[in-house]
């Protein structure tokens, strides 16, 4: 009887780590995985959260202090009169003691036990919950790290033990993460991928052991792994995993009747889940094999490096190392472009005002929030600050372009498997709101500010071009042809961030004010 009372403070972690699972809460806030910079805050709120957690420990600690102190007392006077009942309790002094103090202290030590511990960090929790991931955020973040997986075609296991892309890194996923993995690609109907994390999640299992809150069940694994491989039509394989939990487990009323299920439809050979198309075992798409550097290079002999001159007067004191990727479309690029200076300026200029980045959707003749593009952005007028116009006049001076008229600088960090697939800068849409004032996107400079550790390319899959960021260098294409029309082997992706936090900046030029540079593109026709 006594031993339930001392357990009240379990019962009170219990809710406070309940409390800690609930903190997912949709909240319209802005996604927390689309940028690198993005993401720093969270980890100053974990750190408060566990700031917290402690507080909530001596808290707890204090009043475990104090039970303990009042046991020992408390037992050697118990233990004394029961040494010598009748002497003990024929004296008026201990039979007043007694009586009183199984009345009321007693009632005081309920009061006590019943008065919560740490209120103030549950409601601290509270108000952290406000600043936290939601869900959609956590589904992003599968997405993302799903994503890494099939561009580049990595295994669960290598990604769950930080091989990533033939790199060995000191992390590794927990039986948690893995699960959650399995669970949202569940959730997303992606059975194939839920499998083998969930599949992953089995076999971590007996390697973790997690605060009691956290704990998950094997049997609860093992059931989902199942469900799974329903879904996924391998009937005779859910069966194994269920008989394979029922040793363990030989009572399970669950598993007992999933097995009778399972052994149901394999005897009438039916399934209520809707048929799996077999997946063809396809190779990788130009995309991926250009994200994953894998093509072939260039046997083109008119490409060639040079210092160019000859664009500008200015290049002719301080030529641009260059590099010319390809003819059609015409692309070059240039490196050492960016000082480290200029570089640390730029994303400190960015950071604060970092947005979730848009797409411009014919539909709606707006730019909208989508999900083949996860980065964020900051826009900064020509005239910003002296930066901008130096910028603006490199620009000028390395692509030959009057820029006016033409797009804001526009600042990007990309984050967890921040990626942007495959599409055109041009509009291609001569009467919309967007190229009526300037004309369409007759160039695209884009400037790598970071080098990316893995992943993070852009790739060109019709000409089976990729670049890959380098600090400080610049890479430019025209993505129009010489007669104005749109240019079709310009399309191309930002391939997902494997590892890194990839910036870049970049500029659309538009049509509108270029009549007379437009010559110097026809020389070379
Ligand atoms: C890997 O990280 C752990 C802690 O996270 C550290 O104790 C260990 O020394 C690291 N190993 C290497 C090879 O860096
Ligand atoms: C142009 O913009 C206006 C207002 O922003 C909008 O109402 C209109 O639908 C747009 N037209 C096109 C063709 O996008
Ligand atoms: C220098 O760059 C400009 C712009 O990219 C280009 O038009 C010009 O042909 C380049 N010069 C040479 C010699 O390649
Ligand atoms: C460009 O627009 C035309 C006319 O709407 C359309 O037929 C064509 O498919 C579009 N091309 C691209 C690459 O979007």
Redesign the pocket.
Known sequence: MRSSKWLLPVRVLLTYQVLLLLLRQAKGEESHCTSVAGMVKLLDLEAQLIDNLEDYAVELEKKLQTVKRSITSLRLENDKARGSTEDYLSNPLNSFSLIRRMNRDLITWQLYLDDPVGLSQVERIQELREHMPTHTDVEEAVTALDRIQNTYGLKVPEIAHGLLNGKQYNVSLTVLDTYAMGQILFDQKNYMAAASWIYQTVVLMDAFSLAAPLEISKNEVRMVYAETLLKLNQLADALKVVNIALTDNPQDIKLLLKKSEIETMIRTGTNNAPPVKAQATVGPTAYQVGCRGQFPPSADSKLYCLYNRTTSPFLILAPLKMELVGLEPYMVLYHDVLSPKEITELQGMATPGLKRATVYQ?S???NEVVKTRTSKVAWFPDGYNPLTVRLNARISDMTGFNLYGSEMLQLMNYGLGGHYDQHYDFFN?T????T?MSGDRIATVLFYLTDVEQGGATVFPNIRKAVFPQRGSVVMWYNLRDNGQIDTQTLHAACPVIVGSKWVCNKWIREREQIFSRPCLKKRM
């Open positions: 014919a709606s003749g707006r849409n009467n919309s709101n967007m009526a």
